[in-house]
């Protein structure tokens, strides 16, 4: 939903250099794209580079070192590193990898060894400098959904909540077929999306209680909004649990309504942006109580895969 969306391409699409390893990243790969970058997208380094000339030449200049050819600049950055003393640049490409070399510390390294040994010297990086179970200090904060050790709290959301209002709990798993939101248009979507929605994972037993069979498009919903998916009827999930996968495009049926169904099954409709905890801020997205119906009545096409229309000049 973002107003600009540059045209980045993927990294099978531009050339750069990797790192890798077993005992450290002791490993240089040449990344070699596979084939020319698509239709208009371009590399990060040339989206860029261009914004940086709107700004001027001066600009320009220093973002790209005066070095705007991607190859120019990757040779650049790996002349300056201490891998260029072992090989030069040409060879490199030519060969597609170097291997650093390693010595035996490496594979007897033992994380916060030196702690272990003297713990007095070698302090770790905490208020004691030992390693702590309970940290005195958040008492301090008075956050009620944090404590100073760790400490099981009520989720908002789950099933053991015997006033609920939603019986069933939705998991927002990373998706098997695309990269989050990436490539949910490809071909790909062929193989998995039922009626060209994506499936959600619901248990037989809460299938048949809600008269849903496999195929069928239902409609999940909960106070923050609904969705239509493909119902995917399995024994790998337990009885009271759905599963839709996260990355779904957003589709709204009606976009003048206040909370618009998505006809996609896109679960951020569903899901809550409140946060695991107010010291740690992070996503709470497996939280989820919904209910689940068999979608009735006139059942929308999909438009989320649908290009915009390009109007011409």
């Known amino acids: 939903m973002a107003d600009i969306v540059l045209p980045a391409c993927s990294t099978l699409e531009r050339n750069d250099i990797a790192m890798g390893g077993v005992h450290g990243k002791n490993g240089v790969y040449a990344m070699k794209k596979a084939i020319e970058p698509l239709y208009e997208s371009k590399s990060d380094l040339e989206i860029f580079s261009l914004l940086a000339m709107r700004f001027g030449k001066k600009v320009y200049d220093k973002f790209t070192d005066e070095k705007p050819n991607e190859m120019d600049k990757i040779k650049y950055e790996y002349d300056i590193s201490p891998t260029a003393q072992l090989m030069s640049f040409e060879k490199f490409w030519e060969q597609g990898y170097i291997e650093l070399p390693r010595n035996e510390e490496s594979y007897k ?25 309970t940290v005195p200090k958040f008492s301090e904060l008075k956050y009620k ?27 927002s798993p990373h998706p098997s077929y695309r990269v989050h939101s990436q490539g949910d248009n490809t071909y790909l979507r062929s193989f998995y999306k039922i009626n ?11 299938a048949k209680k809600y008269g849903i069979s496999h195929g069928d498009v239902v409609e999940i919903y909960n106070d923050r909004g609904r969705v239509l998916a493909g ?37 951020n409709v569903l899901t809550s942006n409140r946060p695991t905890s107010s010291m ?10 919904v209910g689940i119906k068999k979608a009735t009545g006139v059942i929308p ?13």
């Open 109 to 133: 390294f033992v994380r916060h060894a030196k702690f272990r040994n003297d713990p007095v010297a070698n302090k770790l990086a905490t208020i004691s400098g030992k390693i702590q179970i």
């Open 301 to 313: 096409p999909n438009p989320a895969y649908n290009p915009p229309k390009i109007i011409e000049a």
């Open 145 to 171: 959904d944090f404590s100073r050790y760790p400490t099981w709290i009520e989720p908002d959301e789950w099933l053991g909540d015997k006033n609920r209002k939603y019986p069933l709990h939705l998991l």
């Open 196 to 206: 060209d929605r994506e499936p959600v994972m619901i248990n037989p037993d809460d």
């Open 231 to 267: 119902a995917f009827v399995t024994e790998n999930i337990r009885q009271g649990v759905m599963a839709l996968q996260e990355g779904a495009w957003y589709a709204p049926e009606n976009t003048t309504d206040e909370k618009p169904r998505c006809v996609s099954g896109h679960i």
């Open 280 to 289: 740690a801020q992070a996503t709470s997205v497996n939280t989820n109580l």
